[in-house]
């Protein structure tokens, strides 16, 4: 079907974001007790399963180091120790530490301040952070900010191009763009698509082999047919 309008769009983006919620119910992400916990998982979890993260936050949480000022001031191999289950660690804990080192240089050490600076300047702020790209920007902006920004990923990507809405190769920013122009934007919303679609990816839409007989978007999905 070629979908050309925005509030077919739209339409369709909720009719999919629905069939995900009916099957899975709310994901409640993103898992942590404090925001700074939310921004080190949106770090560590850089090409890494959600299991060894927590295997590190938890390291982390019962040494004293999920603390700005602390992880600041403790040495690179202190923190490597207590992260290497995230893989490439050594350079994880570089970007753990230039994060906590912004905070601290920049907001004497209260993430707060930082997270509530308007949307696109926090944005700009967090890219021009070392180790941090686009998507663990908008996880940071969306799940501990709290402000309206769509997270996309390499799920995103692998489902709704085979939904049949995006090329394979098409660039974030614009699978973002598209998210936002055709959305309304609401935190809850999307908070709740971007873990669903991780949800659906992670189960159902693999890579080689997708299980789609199961799949809460089977009826949708070009891909099958
Ligand atoms: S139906 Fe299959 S290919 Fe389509 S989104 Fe679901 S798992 Fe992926």
Same mark, same amino acid.
């Given at each position: ?21 009916? +099957? ?10 404090? /925001? ?8 560590? &979890? ?35 120790? +207590? ?31 930082? *997270? ?19 998507? &663990? ?25 085979? *939904? ?8 974030? /920013? ?7 122009? +055709? ?5 809850? *919303?999307?908070?709740?698509? +971007?873990? *669903? ?14 299980? !789609?007989?199961? !799949?809460?978007?089977?009826?949708? !999905?070009?891909? &099958?047919?």
């Amino acid at each position: 079907m070629t979908v050309n309008n925005a509030e077919q769009i739209k339409t369709r983006l909720m009719e999919i974001y629905k069939k995900m919620f009916e +099957h899975f119910g709310p994901r409640g992400w993103w898992p942590g007790d404090t /925001d700074f916990e939310i921004c080190v998982g949106a770090i560590l &979890t850089q090409s890494v399963s959600w299991k060894n993260v927590m295997k590190a936050i938890n390291s982390l949480k019962a040494s004293g180091l999920l603390d700005v000022s602390r992880m600041y001031s403790c040495s690179n191999e202190t923190l490597e120790k +207590h992260i290497i289950p995230t893989m490439y660690y050594r350079m994880k804990a570089k970007k753990l530490k230039a994060f906590a080192g912004n905070i601290v240089e920049k907001y004497n050490g209260n993430l707060r301040q930082m *997270l509530s600076r308007p949307l696109e300047e926090l944005r700009e702020e967090l890219l021009s952070i070392y180790g941090i790209g686009p998507e &663990t920007a908008d996880s940071i902006i969306l799940y501990a900010a709290g402000k309206p920004v769509f997270v996309v990923d390499a799920y995103t990507r692998r489902i709704f191009s085979r *939904l049949g809405i995006f090329r394979e190769d098409v660039a974030y /920013d614009e699978m973002q763009r598209y998210f936002m122009r +055709h959305l309304p934007h609401d935190v809850q *919303l999307f908070n709740e698509f +971007h873990a *669903l679609i991780a949800g659906t990816g992670n189960k159902y839409c693999g890579n080689k082999k997708p299980k !789609c007989s199961r !799949c809460p978007v089977l009826q949708e !999905c070009g891909f &099958t047919r």
